[in-house]
Structures are given as structure tokens and as C-alpha cells.
């Protein structure tokens, strides 16, 4: 790596690191939770740049010695295994440069977050409503094999099935920089079970993903927000339907209304929808981030842009296409299993291309 600016800027990420480090130990830091959890944050975000910028430091510092006895060392059997090594070592630097070049752009600040995950049935009625349902159970697979927790805050059952809406959170490591690529409209093509002539309709649901705000992202006041109680609607037996356990809150200066009834415990439900309602009134500021990037990036990968067609499922044809990078499959039972990976790590390759073309590290 010949390129003067990254190696200066792959320095300056190492001096910050060692400064930070120091901070978070300081008493006085500490004592401030506010700025030690974002010092912490910031720490946790420089280490893997670091680890890997010491690693790539360590092999050039190898390739140099190996050199050495190369051209220095008369002694065959050591200039052999220098050889040797100098050639292993050369096979790492250009994997090791590229991984620098991707940690070394500007990561969404939101990635390592949790999220809010949304489906709403879209056209298409009742085929709508359980095509909602069965992206709802693509995305419960894919969480289990993520390892991440979903809990159900509230939902609207469709009437033959599925849902008119789902809001679920997701919590684990790096959830919202994973689950950001679903944020679209998702259109399907399939013969519905009510069609007796055998004709391919279409539907669509829409999938909305939120970072999930921090306690010390936003403030809310008191105040500002109207708290209803009223007994749940949904499945979960006689405490839950006859109790004022579900939570209704309205925030005044927005409008914003968040509902949650899926826990027995009223305080639970009330924990579970102030923490939506701090996400709403945060993804507010977050969208107009979005709407930047957006306005600078070609392609519709991750925008927030989310009344864009990104995914068509066919049926008949077993097909599946995600339209913002022109990538079809023929894997739509298992990709309707869950096993989406594959299709978000191609997202995230072509808009970590489309980063490093715009930052001119490439």
C-alpha cells in the first residue's frame, strides 16, 4: 500500500485509539455516563481498524527482514526459507490492504444498533396480508440463525391469515447494519389460494427497519406524551385480554402514537413502547441522514428509501430478484426459509464498491 494518505490516516486512527483508551480509564470520564458510553462506542469502532493496521504493520515489517537475508545472508538453507516466507507473506498484504480500505470508511453510525422491524401489507388485499405473514416468518429464521432475539410489540392479523402490520424488535450484534437492506417495498408473484383460475397475482408488503435509539440518543419529556391503558386484543389468554396491561402513548408535539400490548406486565408494555417512541422521534433526525446519502449515492442500496421496489419473489418460477443490483436467484424456498445472507452480503459488497469510489481510496 503505496497510497501516502491512507497510511497517514491509518495512523492518525491508531494515535485516536490510544487517546481514547486513556480517556475512558480517566475517573472524571467515567463519572460523565453520557460521554463515557460514546468514548466506549468510539473505542469498540477504532479496535478492529487497529488490530488489523498492527497485523499489516507486523507482515511488511516480516517482508523487510526476509530481504534482508535474501540479499545480505550467505547462508543457503536460510536464504531458502526466507524465500519461502517472503512468499507467503506477500499472498497476505493485498487482502489485508482491501480490508483496510473497507474499515477505513466512514461506517454508518447507526450499524452496530438493534432495530425496529416493520411489515405492512401493501396491494393485493388478503394475499397481501399473508405475504406479510410470510416475510414475517423469513425474517423469525433468519434472526434464529443470526442468533438475535424478536420479540412481537404489536400486529394487526389479516383476515384469512398473515398480517395487516407487524412491528417487531430485534435485538443482537450488528442487527441494523445487517437488517437495513430489507427496508422496500417487496412485491410477490404467485397464484393465491382463493384463485380458481389458476391466474398469477400480484402483491406487495412493505418492510420499514429503524435503529433502535439509545437512552441518551434522545431526550423525551414527561409532558409531551398522552399515556392511554386499555385491555390487549391479540392471543395470549384471559390475564391478557382482561387486564389494562396494553399502553397506548401519544406524543403531543408530533402526533407520533405507539401501541403495545403483546406483554401481561403493563409496566413491560410501557418499557417496550417508550423505547419505539424514542426510535421514532430519533429515526426523524436519521432520515435526513439518509435522505443525504441518497442524494450522493447512485444506487438505492440502504437510502432508507422505503417506498422503492427492491424485491420481486416468483413463485412459478421459483425466482427471486433484488432490483437495486440486478441479482436473480432460483433458491426461493430457501431464501423464503430464511437463508437471506447471501443475497444482503452481495448488497453490502456492491455498496461498500460504490464507498470506496466515492472516498478515492480505491
Not at 515489517?61 to 535474501?70: M, Q, Y
Not at 470508511?105 to 410470510?134: H, M, Q, V, W
Not at 390487549?232 to 400490548?261: D, E, K, M, W
Not at 432460483?330 to 444482503?344: A, F, K, R, V
Request: glycine share 6%; hydrophobic share 35%.
Amino acid at each position: 500500500m503505496n497510497n501516502k494518505l491512507i497510511l497517514d490516516k491509518l495512523e492518525g486512527v491508531k494515535q485516536r485509539f490510544e487517546e481514547v483508551a486513556k480517556l475512558i480509564s480517566d475517573p472524571e470520564i467515567i463519572a460523565d455516563m453520557k460521554q463515557y458510553v460514546r468514548l466506549n462506542k468510539e473505542y469498540k469502532e477504532l479496535e478492529p481498524i487497529v488490530d488489523v493496521y498492527n497485523e499489516y504493520r507486523n507482515i511488511l515489517s516480516n517482508i523487510e527482514h526476509a530481504r534482508e537475508i535474501l540479499s545480505e545472508d550467505k547462508d543457503e538453507e536460510l536464504k531458502e526459507m526466507a524465500k519461502t516466507e517472503l512468499e507467503e507473506l506477500n499472498l497476505k498484504v493485498s487482502p489485508l490492504e482491501e480490508k483496510l480500505k473497507l474499515l477505513l470508511l466512514p461506517a454508518d453510525p447507526e450499524d452496530n444498533k438493534n432495530a425496529i422491524l416493520e411489515i405492512r401489507a401493501g396491494t393485493g388485499g388478503n394475499e397481501a396480508s399473508i405475504f406479510a405473514g410470510d416475510l414475517q416468518r423469513m425474517y423469525a429464521k433468519f434472526c434464529e440463525q443470526k442468533g438475535w432475539k424478536m420479540e412481537t410489540s404489536n400486529f394487526t392479523e389479516g383476515t384469512v391469515g398473515g398480517f395487516k402490520e407487524i412491528i417487531m424488535n430485534v435485538k443482537g450484534e450488528g442487527v441494523y447494519g445487517i437488517l437495513k437492506y430489507e427496508s422496500g417495498v417487496h412485491r410477490v408473484q404467485r397464484i393465491p389460494q382463493t384463485e380458481t383460475q389458476g391466474r398469477v397475482h400480484t402483491s406487495a408488503a412493505t418492510v420499514a427497519v429503524l435503529p433502535e435509539a439509545d437512552e441518551f440518543d434522545i431526550d423525551i419529556k414527561q409532558e409531551d406524551i398522552r399515556i392511554d391503558r386499555f385491555c390487549s386484543s391479540g392471543p395470549g389468554g384471559q390475564s391478557v385480554n382482561t387486564t389494562y396491561s396494553a399502553v397506548r402513548l401519544t406524543h403531543i408535539p408530533s402526533g407520533i402514537i405507539v401501541t403495545c400490548q403483546d406483554q401481561k406486565s403493563q409496566v413491560k408494555n410501557l418499557d417496550k413502547a417508550m423505547n419505539e417512541l424514542r426510535t421514532r422521534l430519533y429515526n426523524i433526525e436519521y432520515q435526513n441522514y439518509l435522505d443525504k446519502i441518497a442524494s450522493e449515492r447512485k444506487t438505492m442500496v440502504s437510502t432508507g428509501d422505503r417506498s422503492a421496489k427492491i424485491r420481486t419473489y416468483n413463485y412459478p418460477q421459483g425466482r427471486i430478484t433484488d432490483h437495486r443490483i440486478n441479482l436473480t436467484l432460483y433458491d426461493l424456498p430457501s431464501i423464503m426459509d430464511g437463508n437471506i445472507q447471501e443475497i444482503i452480503s452481495k448488497l453490502q459488497m456492491a455498496e461498500n464498491a460504490e464507498r470506496l469510489k466515492e472516498s478515492g481510496l480505491n
